[in-house]
Structures are given as C-alpha cells and as structure tokens.
C-alpha cells in the first residue's frame, strides 16, 4: 500500500491573511499582527494542499511563508515514514508589497538550499540518535526533545514556537527539518530479514561551504560537523542496534580563504590561549554527549597541512594533561600510506583502533530494554571532512556492523562483511551515496575516492573522476560558493540583517576585463598560425606562438596577482 503524503490545507487571503489547518486546528498568519490559533476551525473558502511549515525569514522588502509543497518517501524507520524534502513554496505575507529583485534572489538561494537536501518526519525523531531518545524516554514527539543541533528550521519557526509554547494541541504544526543523509534498506540474507540504515544529521551551526567555514569558533562549534548513524534493525523491530560516528573541521582557530589559488594558504588564527579554550570547550561537549573520544586526523604530514597536524597533536596533548583527559589522538596520513592505490594499507589503521571499537560498543534495545550502551565514538577527519574522512568512516562502521550482525545471529561470528555479498553491496553503496551527497552540500561536488568506497577498488576511471571533480569544485568554491555561503546564513538566522540589501551576487573585479583580452589574444594568435604557410616556420607564425606564449604569461601573472578579486564571496556575514 502506497504511503500518504503528510498533508495540510491552506487558504490564502491576498497578501493579508494566511490560514493552514489540520483536524480542525489552525493557525492563521497576518502581514502585520500576531499570529492567531484557532481550535474547531472551519475553512472559509477554496484550500489547497500543502506537506509543511518550514517557518518564515524576512527579506529585505518582504516577509515570507516558506513550506514544504512536495516531497519523496525515503522509507521507514520502526514503521514510521521518512520524508525527502522536493520542493518548497514562499508565501509573500507582506501587504501591497512587490518582490524586488533581491530578494526574488533570496529565495532563488533558499530554494536552492533545500531541495534534495533535507529530510523530515511527522512520527519518528530523526533529530536524536537512538540512545538519546531512549536516554530521554522519548515516547512522544515535542519541539522541546528536539536536538537543536540538527533542528534547521528551528530559527525560521520561532514565531509559532513562542505563540505555541503552552498549547500543546498545536504541537502538530511544529516540523524539524535535518540537512544530511538518509538512506534505508531492506536486507534477506538466510532466510532473515533486517533493516539497515544510514542517517548522516549536518550540524547546523558553523554550516556552510568549503573555504568559507574552515576549523572553530570561540564557542568551540567545528565546521562540517556531522553525526553519521548505522542502525540495524530486526522483523517487528523488537531488537535493534546503533553505531555512531562524527566528523568535524580540526578543532582550531584557522581559515582557507579562496583566492583563486588552487590549494588557497592555510591561516592560524588567535592566541595560545583563545585556541585552547575552544579546544577544550569543543572536546568538553563531545565526552559529554558521546563519551569518551578516540581522534583519527588523515591529514597530510607535510606541505602545508602539516601545521595543522602538529598544532592538533600538541593541543590534545596539552589537554589531556591540563583536564586529566583521555582523548586518544591517531595521525594516520591518508595520502602517504595509501598512495599508488594501495588502499589495502587502510587496514593499519583499523589495526590501531580495532580495540576501541571493541570497547566503545554500540547502543542495543532488545524488547525494549537497552541491553547496552555506545560508551564512545571515533572523531574522524581529514581537510574537508569529505573525501578521505568517509573512507575511513565506512571502514570503521564496516567492523561493527559485523559485530552486531553475529549477535544478532544474521552471520556467523568472524566473517567479515565483505564475504557476504548480500550486504557488502548495499553496504558499499549505501557509505558511497553518503559520501557524494555529503560532499556535495559542503563542497558542490561529488566525493573523491569515492570509487573505493563503492566497489572496494581503487580504479583508474575514479581517478579520472576525481580529477573531474577537483576541477569542478575548485570552480564552485571560487566563482559560486558565496551566494551558497549566503543561503545557509539565511537559513539558520546567522546574516546580519542590515545588510540584507546588499545583492547577493559579488561585482565583477575591474581586472576581469585582463583576462578576457589575454585569452582573445591567445587564441587569435593560435588559430592565425593554422593559416601561416607551411615549410619552413615563418615570420608570421613565429610572431603568433610568441604573442600566445606572452599573453598566456601575463594572463597567468594578472590571474595570480588580481586573481582573490574574482571570488564570489558571501555578502551577508563577515568573511574577511
């Protein structure tokens, strides 16, 4: 039986009155009072269906309604239906006010945002992981049980939330959308049936886009910190398990900005002592919420990673003496150990750390009883927590998958993962789609290595993917990443509202024109010599190599010098 869509009813009134409706409650929206809740409520006129509220933003000369008009089923986690965000509407709420072309680009952004990229659920939590919601004895849905961390729209909801507070027959109204990755399958292997699933829930603080959200802030709040969540579940769900890991940017205060350089300069920022109160404030809150904390940094140990790798080793070393801690810090360098395709060296790794996955465990619910607990996690990352991270990610998560499988007696204790083809590809599969879909909301490309991850080679075609893909972000995060940096701004609350007014699109750099003018000369003198005589090398000819090879010069010396004024930079924060 097909799944049906959540659905709500709205009714619009020009630009004055909004009113949405379920089960005989509603909540009606004005341009300029409060907003108003009404119970036995009965509409007035023609409605039309809506999925949800994702909450309301203030542009520069409007104030929109945004909500949910379409969407996807992802599948369902104990029974209960997972929704993709598709598509999404806004809704002016402004009286006798007309769209400027800002803010039509405002919603251009938002629109961009979340489609294909956030997911929902009018029954089950997907902001909490399991343990959490067992910890809490999460029974019922409530905006208050909410994990804020992954709660996106909770900004864009505040309105309704406040009017709402003491009223829970209203809860109803209350949507959490989680930006990250959901992927459900459904696995028979001997005649057993079980449910594997993946959620990935981005962090919503610090978000945004590759080089504009770089390392920590004072709060100690890490860029492109997202919890990943393995779950294995058996027929009529009365017992099932979790495994967690996180990624997140080196805990430091640094920044990449994007000058047009291929790989932009690393910069350290702050004092000893601002870094280390962010290190421990970041390290504080992550054994307080998952436990003790094993750190695998896969960055280089030389070029000009190799700062980062030293000030990370010295920084936990430092507060395992100052807090009498126990955080576990393993350099493994990716690229080193693993060049020349030799992934199989991954297993080094895995080596090193295989007792504490051992140890840390998984959380586990038989009857509904926790029979245990994940006691901690492994903190993984590498420059861009994308590529090399998700690698590392799977191969962890692949180890105590197969714990948990042999205790739940769908394989035989001690065959690895991969001899069992029946999961080994949707495994595989599954950590790969997280991969690019990861990648993409931070970088706007696909993962690298992802070929691995996918077959458990490494081939020559993902290389040359990955050499597709390294151009294209390097475009993206250059001449693009700025309005996508503006998007998340706007979307978490993070913008600074008087500059609202301010265009979204960066000016192009008066150097622009430079750069034209050496490619047309170039190219001109290439094709004028495809018209010279041929023989001998003329005069002719020679003159129009020699232009091309000064213009390619001078080009490439103007695109060096003048080349960070090209970058599409964000206009709604400082960036600086």
């Known amino acids: 039986m097909e799944e049906v869509k959540p659905k709500l009813e709205i009714e619009i009134n020009g630009n004055t009155t909004v009113t949405i409706?379920?089960?005989?409650?509603?909540?009606?929206?004005?341009?300029?009072?409060?907003i108003k809740t009404i119970e036995n409520y009965r509409p007035n006129s023609p409605t039309r269906n809506i999925v949800g509220i994702i909450g309301f933003i203030q542009l520069k000369n409007v104030k929109c309604l945004i909500v949910i008009s379409d969407c996807s089923l992802c599948g369902k986690i104990f029974n209960k239906a997972i929704w993709k965000i598709t598509n999404i509407e806004c809704i002016i709420l402004t009286e006798n006010s007309q769209l400027i072309s800002?803010?039509?680009?405002?919603?251009?952004?938002?629109?961009?945002?979340?489609?294909?990229?956030?997911?929902?659920?009018?029954?089950?939590?997907?902001?909490?992981?399991?343990?959490?919601?067992?910890?809490?004895?999460?029974?019922?849905?409530?905006?208050?049980?909410y994990c804020e961390r992954f709660f996106w729209n909770q900004f864009l909801l505040e309105p309704i939330i406040s009017i709402i507070e003491e009223n829970s027959k209203f809860n109803q109204f209350i949507l959490p959308?989680?930006?990250g990755y959901i992927q459900i399958n459904h696995i028979t292997i001997n005649s057993k049936n079980f449910d594997l699933i993946l959620i990935s829930r981005r962090n919503k603080h610090r978000s945004g886009t590759r080089f504009f959200q770089r390392g920590i802030d004072e709060n100690g709040v890490v860029a492109n910190n997202v919890e990943t969540e393995q779950?294995?579940?058996?027929?009529?769900?009365n017992k099932f398990a979790s495994f967690v890991l996180i990624r997140g940017s080196i805990p430091l205060l640094w920044s990449q900005p994007p000058t047009t350089a291929y790989t932009p300069k690393i910069v350290t920022k702050g004092t000893p002592e601002q870094n280390t109160k962010a290190f421990e404030l970041h390290f504080q809150d992550l054994q307080k919420t998952y436990g003790q904390q094993t750190l695998v940094n896969l960055i280089n140990h030389k070029g000009i990673e190799k700062i980062l790798e030293e000030s990370y080793s010295e920084y936990t070393r430092k507060y395992n003496e100052n807090n009498n801690g126990n955080l576990k810090y393993i350099a493994f360098d990716f690229h080193h150990e693993c060049k020349g395709m030799k992934y199989?060296?991954?297993?080094?790794?895995?080596?090193?750390?295989?007792s504490d996955i051992e140890n840390y465990g998984y959380f586990c619910s038989d009857d509904n009883k926790i029979v245990k607990s994940q006691s901690g996690t492994f903190r993984v990352n590498c420059i861009d927590n994308l590529d090399r991270t998700n690698v590392i990610q799977s191969a962890i998560a692949r180890e105590a998958l197969a714990d948990i499988c042999s205790k739940f007696e769908i394989i035989q204790s001690g065959i690895p993962i991969k001899d069992i083809p029946q999961i080994e590809t949707v495994y595989k599969d599954m950590w790969a789609n997280n991969a690019d879909v990861i990648s993409f909301q931070y970088s706007g490309t696909g993962a690298l290595k992802n070929d691995f991850t996918r077959t458990g080679k490494r081939t020559i075609k993902g290389a040359l993917a990955d050499g597709y893909n390294s151009v294209t972000r390097y475009y993206i995060n250059n001449f693009c990443d700025g309005k996508r940096q503006d998007a998340f701004d706007l979307f978490t609350g993070r913008h600074n509202t008087s500059i609202l007014s301010r265009s979204v699109t960066t000016n192009a750099s008066p150097f622009k024109g430079f750069f034209t003018i050496s490619a047309a000369i170039f190219l001109t003198a290439f094709i004028l010599s495809y018209f010279t005589p041929t023989g001998n090398l003329s005069r002719g000819k020679t003159a129009n190599i020699l232009i091309g090879l000064i213009s390619t010069f001078f080009g490439y010396q103007l695109f060096k010098i003048f080349g960070n004024r090209l970058v599409n930079r964000p206009t709604l924060g400082d960036f600086s």
């Open 21 to 34: 409706s379920t089960n005989s409650f509603a909540i009606q929206f004005f341009h300029d009072s409060p």
């Open 102 to 145: 800002e803010d039509k680009k405002y919603i251009e952004l938002i629109e961009d945002l979340t489609k294909n990229n956030f997911y929902f659920s009018n029954s089950f939590d997907i902001t909490n992981r399991l343990q959490n919601q067992f910890d809490n004895n999460q029974n019922s849905l409530s905006h208050k049980k």
């Open 177 to 179: 959308i989680m930006m």
């Open 231 to 237: 779950i294995v579940t058996l027929p009529n769900f």
């Open 344 to 354: 199989h060296n991954i297993s080094k790794l895995i080596n090193q750390i295989n």
